[in-house]
C-alpha cells in the first residue's frame, strides 16, 4: 500500500514563502516520478510542477516558472516544493501524486490521469 502525505502548507502574506513536503512509504518511492498539483474552490486540477524518477528532469506550470522549484531526497522518500514570492491565486489545496510507471516527459507528467498515487492535500493560503 503507497502512502503519500503531504505537509507544510499554511497561511503566508502575498510575497512570502513555503515549503511543502511529501513523504512517500510503502513502496520504492526512488523509481517513481512525482508531481504536485493544486486545486482551488470553485476550479479544476492543475499542474504545478513534476520531476523525473532521478530527479534530473523537472518541469513547472507556465504561471509557477522562476518562482516554485520541485526538488527529491531519495534517500528520505520524500519530494518537495519550494514556492516563494506566492500571490493570492496561489490558494488552494496542494497534492502531490505519484507516478510509477515511471514517464519523464511533459505530456504524462502534466495530467492528472497518469498518476498512481495521491495524498490528501495541504491547505495554502496567500493574504493579500
Known amino acids: 500500500q503507497v502512502q503519500l502525505v503531504e505537509s507544510g502548507g499554511g497561511l503566508v502574506q502575498a510575497g512570502g514563502s513555503l515549503r511543502l513536503s511529501c513523504a512517500v512509504s510503502?513502496?520504492?518511492?526512488?523509481?517513481?516520478?512525482m508531481g504536485w498539483f493544486r486545486q482551488a474552490p470553485g476550479k479544476e486540477r492543475e499542474f504545478v510542477a513534476a520531476i523525473s524518477w532521478s530527479g534530473g528532469i523537472t518541469y513547472y506550470a507556465d504561471f509557477v516558472k522562476s518562482r516554485f522549484t520541485i526538488s527529491r531526497d531519495n534517500t528520505k522518500n520524500t519530494v518537495y516544493l519550494q514556492m516563494n514570492s506566492l500571490k493570492p491565486e496561489d490558494t488552494a489545496v496542494y497534492c502531490c501524486a505519484a507516478d510509477q510507471a515511471p514517464r519523464n516527459t511533459y505530456y504524462y507528467l502534466s495530467r492528472p490521469r497518469y498518476y498512481d498515487y495521491w495524498g490528501q492535500g495541504t491547505q495554502v493560503t496567500v493574504s493579500s
Open positions: 510503502g513502496r520504492t518511492f526512488s523509481n517513481s516520478a
